[in-house]
């Protein structure tokens, strides 16, 4: 919670995501009544629908989250401060809506569809505790050289802890990919 506000402090995420946020959490607390073709696409317990494009476009965030880490190094081997901080502003954007998007639509509803269904295939909260701990590194990178970028000064750490970064970022996707995507069903399936 502590993060979400200061997300909210730093403008870090947009308006529409933390409407999304903070409806998807009180429907969890409070699910309401749903149409039966509504009640069969959802989480038991929440009124997160499964959505069969999901995955595709987790991967494909997956590949822009690269990307733009791929222009902040280059960004960075130019020595191009006003780019290079363009291109840090843009990953931390990215970043918070695929977290939040994660978050939700994918970690929330697995561990709801597979508790409700008593699986135990996958343990959930070990891939959100790990993705957590990915986007803290990265959270902690950014707030660490924002402003020296931004002032023009780039820290001598800077270039070995942007590769950190994109190793960690690429290792735990690929990671979540082959072995946690797989297990992202409807509801029924889990059965």
Do not use: C
Request: proline residues 3%; positive net charge; charged residues 25%.
């Amino acid at each position: 919670m502590i993060s979400l506000i200061k997300a909210i402090k730093d403008k870090a995420y947009n308006v529409s995501a933390l409407e999304s946020l903070r409806t998807a959490v009180h429907n969890i607390s409070a699910p309401q009544q749903a149409s039966n073709d509504t009640a069969r696409s959802q989480a038991e317990g929440t009124e997160i629908t499964y959505n069969p494009r999901l995955i595709v476009e987790l991967i494909d965030e997956h590949k822009m989250l690269m990307s733009q880490l791929m222009e902040i190094e280059k960004a960075f081997a130019e020595n191009n401060h006003k780019k290079l901080h363009q291109k840090l502003e843009a990953f931390n954007t990215s970043l918070g809506d695929h977290m939040l998007k994660k978050n939700i639509k994918l970690y929330i509803y697995m561990q709801y569809s597979m508790k409700q269904a008593k699986q135990a295939d996958v343990d959930i909260s070990t891939y959100k505790r790990a993705m957590t701990a990915v986007s803290r590194h990265a959270n902690s990178f950014l707030n660490n050289h924002e402003k020296s970028v931004q002032k023009g000064r780039i820290k001598p750490s800077f270039g070995e802890e942007l590769k950190a970064i994109i190793n960690e970022m690429a290792t735990h996707t690929d990671h979540e990919k082959s072995e946690l995507y797989p297990y992202y069903l409807p509801p029924d399936a889990y059965a």
